[in-house]
């Protein structure tokens, strides 16, 4: 049973992020408000969810939020800044967007930045301990699931539709017969005989 909240004086904004472990695409965040009553007995981490599931709970997440909101990071900043980075200013973006500003950020992970003023507690696996995390993980995950997908449209040999820009077989087969993409990371080790770049 995931919990409704942190603590209950202060309105909590759930965030977490999706696609720092791969090799193509940007990093995704989402911020999440939900009342302290919502419940749904489907939501989890979105790992441990089906696509269909996930999709299924997007829907009710964002008609069910006080307030949500979904930001990018693409993969030339990625290439930039580093992957920690790109992932916590996506989660910075996330948050600004919000329409009502949070008194406490519930962040997945154990590494944050502080956002302006607002206090924050970082949850290791908190996705799978609090519905708002739980929440933004769903939300970051379908939305950068849908925007792989789309790119699968003009990069069909990577297998974006499937793998999402993880390194699977088939995507890193794909970079090995057709070399990288614009989308690619090129900060990333994109096949396993390649030396890190920097």
Partial sequence: MLLPYYQDKLLEAGCDEAGRGCLAGPVFAAAVILPSDFFHPLLNDSKQLKESQRDLLRVIIEKEALTFSVASVDNKEIDHINILKASIKAMHLAIAKLRQDPGLLLIDGNRFIPYRKIPHQCMIKGDAKYASIAAASILAKTYRDAFMKSLHQQFPQYGWD???????????EAIKKHGNTPYHRLSFRLLPEQAKLF
């Fill in 162 to 172: 499937v793998n999402k820009g993880y390194p699977t077989k088939i995507h890193r």
